[in-house]
C-alpha cells in the first residue's frame, strides 16, 4: 500500500430554506450547486459524494469539485485556493442565501496492494463514491484519482498518520506519473479551454445529462448528441524531444496535442484526431499506446 498527502482544501456550502421552489429544490445551497456545476446535486444522497466541473460558456472545463453530501451540508475538495474559490462563488450566488467556510483540513491519499485491508482494519467498508465520518475525519472510496483502489482521507489525520509507514509514501511527481500512466486526465493539463470533458474518459463521472440547464452545458449536449467529439485523449509512447503543449505533427500536419509528460520523458497523454488514431502506430517517433475513451474506475 502507498500513500501520498496532497494539497487539497476544504469548502463548507450550507444555506436555507427557501420560499420559493428553484426548480423543483427548496434548499439555497443544493439549487446552486446544482445549477453551476456539470453533475447531479440534487438526486446525491447523503453519506454519497461525486465530481464536478465547472465550464465556460463554450463547454471547456474551468475547475473541478469533489462535491460531499454531509448530511444535506455540502464539502467541497478542490485544490484551487480556497478564499480565491469562495470570492468566485460568492459572484454567482446573486440573492441566494448561500454561505461557505473554508474547513482546517489535511488530505491523504491511500491506494495499492492492501489498501481494503487497511479500510477494514478501520471498522470501514465503503462502497465506490460513498464515506464514512468520525468525529475528526472523513474516508472516502475514490477511484478516480488514479483508476485503482483508492481511498481519500482529510480531517484530521494525525492518527492516520501513525498507522502508515513512512516508507511507503511516495512524491508528488511519483504521483503524477502514475495519474498519467493511467489514462486520468487532470485540471488545467487535459481538462481545460479549448478542451470538451467529452474528449476525455471521466465524461461519464463528470457529467450528467438529466439535469437542467448550467454554463457551458448546451455546448456539451450539442456534441454528445451529434456523436463522438472528432478528437479523443490517448496515451503515447515517446521516443523524441517533446514538451507538454506541443502539437503532434505527422506528414507535415497538426494532428493532436501533448498535454501532460512523465519525469523520464517516455510516456505521456494528449489528444489526437480520432480519424487519425490507430493503436501501435508511430507517429515520427510518438507512439499511440491506448485510447483512453474507458475509465478504469
Known amino acids: 500500500m502507498n500513500w501520498i498527502s496532497l494539497n487539497r482544501h476544504k469548502i463548507l456550502v450550507k444555506g436555507k430554506k427557501s420560499k420559493l421552489n428553484l426548480k423543483g429544490v427548496n434548499e439555497e445551497h443544493k439549487a446552486f450547486l446544482h445549477n453551476i ?19 465556460d460558456s463554450k463547454g471547456s472545463p474551468l475547475t473541478d469539485f469533489f462535491v460531499y453530501n454531509n448530511d444535506n451540508v455540502y464539502i467541497l475538495d478542490t485544490e484551487e485556493d480556497p478564499y480565491q474559490t469562495i470570492e468566485k462563488l460568492n459572484k454567482l450566488k446573486l440573492s441566494l442565501q448561500v454561505n461557505f467556510e473554508v474547513l482546517p483540513s489535511r488530505h491523504l491519499y491511500i491506494f495499492g496492494e492492501n489498501v481494503e485491508d487497511f479500510i477494514k482494519s478501520m471498522g ?17 472510496n475514490n477511484p478516480l484519482r488514479l483508476g485503482v483502489k483508492g481511498y481519500d482521507i482529510f480531517g484530521d489525520i494525525e492518527n492516520i498518520l501513525d498507522l502508515l509507514n513512512p516508507q511507503d509514501e511516495i512524491s508528488l511527481q511519483d504521483f503524477e506519473d502514475l495519474r498519467i500512466k493511467s489514462c486520468i486526465p487532470k485540471i488545467k493539463k487535459e481538462l481545460k479551454e479549448n478542451i470538451l470533458p467529452l474528449e476525455t474518459n471521466i465524461w461519464k463521472y463528470a457529467i450528467s445529462l438529466n439535469k437542467g440547464c448550467y454554463v457551458g452545458q448546451e455546448a456539451v449536449a450539442r456534441v454528445y448528441y451529434r456523436g463522438k467529439p472528432p478528437r479523443v485523449m490517448a496515451k503515447f509512447l515517446i521516443n523524441k524531444d517533446i514538451k507538454e503543449e506541443d502539437k503532434i505533427i505527422f506528414e507535415g500536419k497538426s494532428i493532436g496535442i501533448m498535454t501532460s509528460i512523465t519525469t523520464d520523458g517516455k510516456t505521456g497523454l494528449g489528444f489526437i484526431l480520432r480519424a487519425k488514431a490507430q493503436e501501435g502506430k508511430d507517429y515520427d517517433g510518438i507512439i499511440l499506446e491506448k485510447v483512453c475513451e474507458e475509465l478504469n474506475a
Open 37 to 55: 456545476l456539470s453533475n447531479d446535486i440534487v438526486n446525491l444522497q447523503t453519506g454519497r459524494f461525486n465530481y464536478n466541473l465547472m465550464l
Open 124 to 140: 470501514l467498508n465503503l462502497e465506490k463514491f460513498s464515506f464514512a465520518k468520525s468525529h475528526k475525519y472523513f474516508v472516502a
